[in-house]
Structure formats: C-alpha cells, structure tokens
C-alpha cells in the first residue's frame, strides 16, 4: 500500500472512531429525550435550512432516501416535525420542525455547548481549521466517486 493510501486509511479509521465517539456522547446526554443521534441529525437539518423534502435531506448527508423516511415517520410519530403540501412537487412534501421540535432540538444544543466547547479548548484552533478543511475536501471527493459510479456498483 503507498504511503498516501495508508495516510488515508488511517484518516477514514480515525473518523470512524470519532463518529462512534459522538455517537456515544449524544446518546448519553440526551438518553431521557428519547432522541437518537440519526434523528438529531435530521433535526438539525430541519433547524439549520428549513423545510426541506426528505431527498433534499438525504443528499445533503449523503445517506438513501429511504433511510432519511424511515427518521422522519419517527420524528412525525413524535410530534417533533411535521408535513407539508410541497408546491414544486406533489409526491415529495416539505417537513419542518414542529414547536416541540424546536424546543428540544434547542435543549440537545444547550447541552452540548460545553462539552463541546471543553473539546474545542483542548485543540488547537489551526489543528481544528485543518481538519475542517481536509474533511470538507475528503467529502467532496467522496462525492465526486459516487457521482461517477453506476448504481449498480454501489449495490
């Protein structure tokens, strides 16, 4: 394996631990709120740019439509986000947050503020624009593979 190829592998192996780290982290704090991290996710696409249809959602966090549904019936189920007649395309409505969406979604990121920013105290503030920008890069190029494969490969 070249040296560029193990870099990576090492960098997807760190990612993975660290999503499952947060994973972990979420779970903890927000386990009485009976919000998995899958759904906080949602939300916070619902809180960050609107409504939005669950395709709009899927593609930005590069997962299927399928999966984003399957979040969205329980966060309806829940009364924490709602559907709407979508005007610019009938099969596909628009989902919001609901007020007690918005409420608990503000309280999961009240909580996180200072664990959050105990890690960010411990980093150094160019290690973490480093990152940023290496992920940001390493996901547009993901993106990019994906693009250029048939579906079929993918399956």
């Known amino acids: 394996m070249t040296d560029r190829k193990n870099e990576l592998r090492i960098v997807v192996d760190q990612v993975r631990v660290c999503f499952n780290l947060l994973k972990t982290l979420?779970?903890?704090?927000?386990?009485?709120?009976?919000?998995?991290?899958?759904?906080?996710?949602?939300?916070?696409?619902?809180?960050?740019?609107?409504?939005?249809?669950?395709?709009?959602?899927?593609?930005?966090?590069?997962?299927?439509r399928?999966?984003?549904?399957?979040?969205m019936n329980t966060l309806q189920e829940r009364d924490l986000a709602v559907s709407h007649d979508n005007p610019a395309h009938k099969r596909s409505p628009l989902y919001e947050l609901t007020p007690s969406g918005r409420t608990t979604f503000e309280l999961m990121r009240k909580r996180e503020a200072e664990p959050l920013g105990r890690?960010?105290?411990?980093?150094?503030?160019?290690?973490?624009?480093?990152?940023?920008?290496?992920?940001?890069?390493?996901?547009?190029?993901?993106?990019?593979?994906?693009?250029?494969?048939?579906?079929?490969?993918?399956g």
């Open 119 to 154: 890690l960010a105290s411990s980093m150094a503030s160019t290690d973490l624009t480093s990152a940023a920008t290496a992920l940001a890069d390493l996901n547009r190029i993901l993106r990019d593979e994906l693009e250029r494969r048939e579906p079929s490969d993918l």
């Open 26 to 64: 979420a779970e903890a704090m927000h386990d009485d709120l009976a919000v998995t991290p899958s759904m906080r996710a949602v939300m916070e696409a619902l809180a960050s740019a609107g409504a939005q249809t669950v395709p709009d959602i899927a593609r930005a966090r590069g997962v299927s």
């Open 66 to 71: 399928q999966h984003i549904q399957i979040i």
